[in-house]
């Protein structure tokens, strides 16, 4: 097995092994771009190392990485550890799926004691050397000794306060020379030994590190967040440096071919002088604007835009590149898919379709769900905004907008939202280390950093409202504060961030609905044509129905009636109903609830007009409806003229042990007729009745929940169909209606071929088909399911995404059996999973007709739906 790949050996389609970020350096080396020279560990091997990491790494392994060490050094005819000509290198983490800022990186590897005097005299630049050394030194202690870097930046800090300067880049050479030294005794006496001086022994320590950063708690709870699973690990690729802090003529910058926050299509990004890559990322200086450098260098920034454009045309998508620039030579260090907010992916899927170079197919990929439903995020009324009171304004790195009380640590974030309220984190920047608050906070604020530091990128992947770079605001996490002019802002004050604008403000500033422009419109039409799979929604009144059907939902999948009889007016009719002594009793009460559904039906045919709409038949436990309290109890007893104690003793009597298995669903329907009978001549009446005043083509279809047998099944059918054609035939009118059932027990999807022969649809109520299927109880499985998953006994909630293996196996044993002896059987997902991207994908595999979600995940079932189709 090779376990060490050069640059010149992989290619882009070998992320899984060499990572993304190694297998696009070997990409841009066959391009022939100017790649520093490197090579690349394995994911491979990073899975074989966390597997024993006390056995380091093994002989195989490091044989690999000394051959390519000395092919490097006749490439570049310098010597590792050379104490004339040393070579340097980066190493740093790449796994398959882009992590930024979760895992860990070392630059200028290889300097010591006799190098560091080589490479100064080599460059004749002994700031530069010196600078390089005392950088690695504290990167390697954070990094593979887990020395905290707030140590060494007290030194530096100090250093430039005794020389009264503010910037890194003021102090000289003999000022780096004494702090190498100031270094060098910190790690002494933090790590109790020397800083190793043995090239190899620094190469193989930090190659060890970055494997173990794969599980670090930022990078577990990243991938987490990410729902990334299936990978291995991380690669490392150890790469020939290039420096960006040699003088006035070098710098160092990231750069995006569009711009990530709007897609509007102009080279993006940010860089700094004399600086190195970790200098941006981190936000320790506020970097320039790529623009500017096309004042600063300009043969350099027409060369950029010559990259740019030769790499997004190769890989068909806007990039992400990382770029050094030494004594005014370009260097590419990386390049990858750019993470986007929602309005940018939306608009570039629709430029680079525009612009020939991807398909229409295509460019419904370029959009993940997780994206889209940013967009469904509020934002600030335009009207409170007038009256807000601004203190600040820094960079629009996310947008968004987002209210919360400041806090200024992870432990206070989470320690706000755990007490029920919402919380904005605010750092000076921010680092891996803040990830856990940046889950939970509602929004990011940062008083330094730019457009492509931690808090910028990270928050953007999240799609998360962040503003970075504020320097309006001076930040004093240690008290508990912030200044602005004229201010001061306490930990526990609300206050209001605008990632679209950049803008803070003080207090609560009142939101508004999300916007939907005519880039989403165009995008979403040809989400439309590329999918196959309809996408219905779960609503049960007129307002949802609209909002569902604005959304772009092609008819409705799942009305709940019984949702219908918990309104104002209502719940007592229905308990009357449930308590009445005798059936005739009961049909009083039952004749009034037929007048609500109906008129509830009437709104809700008015709304879809000619789409299809599936009614559920009442389907949970009678004592749901029942109350429990002793004046509610008094009341309905009064209002039938029955005693307390019978009322009490009759819900006594409906209680069930285990009501998820009880008394519901089909089983009501056959005990109590009349209430099915209430049901269906209210969907139907309602149907004749708007079919006559509006001319609309109603399609209802009435579905029968909780069926386990045909006998049970075809007794509720052939009532309805009874009393269907009954009225039909007094109104002298055609109705294209149907009736099915609900698949949600296991015995239903085994017998689903003789269900089909009575059936003219299924919906798989896919909530309680997974409660049966496993056992376990939706209602209290929250209680260790986050157990399971964390112990690796199951990667996800089998009630958000379904179980392929075992619900979704029953779910396709059905599909197969039904279509077996009617291919033309309508089937569709009405449970929570049909509002799941990873569910939708799989139901899509078995050919299923529609999903129905709720009206919010209505856009997201959609881009699903396509996605699906396109893979």
């Not at 290619?11 to 970020?21: E, T």
């Not at 200024?408 to 803040?434: C, K, M, N, W, Y």
């Not at 019978?646 to 089909?666: C, D, F, S, T, Y």
């Not at 995404?801 to 279509?819: F, S």
Request: glycine share 8%.
């Amino acid at each position: 097995m090779q376990l060490v790949y050069n640059f010149k050996e992989g290619n882009r389609n070998m992320k899984a092994l060499l990572g993304g970020k190694g297998a696009n350096l070997a990409e841009m080396t066959s391009l022939g771009l100017n790649v520093p020279p490197g090579f690349t560990l394995t994911t491979e091997a990073c899975q074989r190392y966390n597997q024993d990491p006390e056995s380091g790494l093994w002989k195989e392994l490091k044989d690999g990485v000394l051959e390519e060490v000395k092919k490097l050094e006749a490439e570049t005819g310098k010597g590792f550890g050379d104490e004339t000509h040393p070579l340097l290198f980066s190493v740093r983490s790449g796994a398959a799926e882009s992590m930024p800022g979760m895992m860990d990186t070392v630059l200028n590897l290889g300097l010591n004691d006799q190098s560091v005097a080589g490479l100064a005299k080599s460059t004749e630049n002994d700031r530069f050397a010196y600078d390089s050394y005392r950088r690695f030194i504290q990167m390697f202690a954070d990094v593979v000794k887990g020395v905290p870097l707030a140590q060494f930046e007290y030194l530096l800090e100090e250093r430039k306060e005794s020389k009264g300067v503010e910037e890194d880049t003021d102090l000289d050479a003999q000022d780096m020379v004494q702090l190498v030294q100031a270094y060098k005794v910190c790690y002494q006496e933090t790590v109790g030994e020397s800083f190793p001086q043995d090239p190899m022994d620094q190469l193989f320590e930090a190659v060890e590190a970055v494997f173990a950063s794969w599980n670090n708690d930022r990078a577990v709870l990243y991938r987490e967040i990410n729902e990334i699973t299936g990978l291995l690990g991380t690669a490392v690729n150890v790469q020939t440096m290039v420096f960006g802090n040699m003088g006035p003529d070098s710098g160092t910058g990231v750069m995006f071919t569009r711009n990530p926050a709007n897609g509007q299509r102009e080279l993006f990004g940010e860089y700094l002088i004399n600086a190195q890559g970790e200098d941006v990322v981190a936000g320790v200086r506020t970097p320039k604007a790529i623009a500017s450098l096309n004042d600063d260098m300009p043969d350099l920034y027409q060369e950029l835009e010559t990259v740019a454009q030769k790499l997004e045309s190769h890989y068909l998508d806007m990039q992400d590149i990382e770029f050094t620039i030494e004594n005014r030579n370009l260097y590419l260090l990386q390049t990858r898919t750019g993470k986007r907010t929602a309005q940018a992916a939306i608009k570039i899927a629709n430029d680079l379709f525009k612009e020939g170079l991807i398909t229409a197919e295509d460019s419904v990929t370029k959009l993940t769900s997780q994206q889209l439903e940013t967009l469904m995020h509020p934002t600030f009324d335009p009207e409170a905004l007038d009256q807000a009171d601004q203190i600040g304004h820094g960079l629009a790195a996310s947008p968004g907008a987002a209210v919360g009380r400041v806090c200024f640590s992870v432990e206070a974030v989470e320690s706000t939202v755990q007490a029920g309220d919402s919380a904005i984190l605010v750092r000076r920047e921010t680092s891996p280390e803040d990830l856990a608050g940046m889950v939970k906070a509602t929004g990011v604020l940062t008083s330094r950093g730019g457009m492509t530091s931690h808090a910028a990128v990270v928050a953007r992947g999240m799609g998360k409202c962040c503003v970075a770079g504020c320097s309006d605001i001076k930040v004093d996490g240690d008290h508990g504060t912030f200044t602005y002019q004229g201010g001061q802002v306490q930990e526990g004050d609300y206050i209001s961030i605008d990632g679209s604008t950049g803008s803070v403000y003080q207090g609560q500033v009142a939101m508004s609905g999300a916007l939907m422009d005519d880039q989403y419109d165009a995008f979403m039409d040809r989400v439309n044509d590329a999918k196959r799979m309809a996408v219905r929604t779960n609503a049960d009144t007129p307002k949802d129905v609209q909002a569902a059907l604005d959304f772009g939902a092609e008819g409705i999948g799942l009305v709940r009636t019984e949702h219908m009889f918990f309104g104002q007016g209502r719940i007592s009719e229905v308990r009357k109903m449930i308590l009445a002594k005798s059936r005739e009793d009961r049909q009083v009460y039952v004749d009034r609830l037929y007048q609500f559904q109906k008129e509830d039906f009437v709104g809700i045919y008015q709304v879809t007009q000619s789409l299809p709409v599936t009614v559920r038949l009442l389907d949970p436990p009678l004592h749901e409806f029942l109350p429990h309290e002793n004046q509610a109890i008094q009341a309905i007893a009064q209002d039938m003229d029955l005693t307390q104690e019978e009322v009490a003793k009759r819900i006594e009597v409906l209680q069930e042990v285990n009501p998820m298995l009880g008394h519901r669903g089909v089983r009501l329907g056959i005990s109590y007729p009349e209430v099915t009978a209430m049901q269906v001549s209210a969907i139907i009446d309602a149907a004749i009745e708007v079919k006559q005043d509006k001319g609309y083509d109603i399609k209802p279809e009435i579905m029968v929940p909780l069926v386990g047998q045909i006998p049970e099944f075809k007794q509720v059918k052939d009532q309805i169909e009874v009393l269907v054609q009954g009225r039909l035939e007094e109104a002298e009118i055609d109705l294209d209606y149907s009736i099915g059932t609900m698949i949600e027990i296991p015995r239903a999807c085994l017998i689903a071929d003789q269900l089909a022969q009575e059936a003219d649809f299924f919906s798989f109520g896919t909530n309680d088909l997974t409660q049966m299927t496993f056992g376990y109880s939706r209602d209290d499985a929250g209680s260790f399911i986050p157990t399971y998953i964390e112990n690796d006994i199951m990667e996800e909630d089998p009630f958000k995404t379904i179980d392929q293996e075992g619900v979704g196996a029953m779910v396709k044993l059905a599909v197969d059996k039904a279509r077996s002896v009617k291919p033309d059987i309508k089937l569709g997902i009405c449970g929570e999973h049909g509002g799941d991207a990873k569910s939708i994908h799989f139901f899509d595999s078995l050919g299923l007709d529609y999903v129905s979600c709720s009206p919010y995940r209505v856009p997201i079932a959609r881009l699903a739906a396509a996605q699906a189709s396109q893979e």
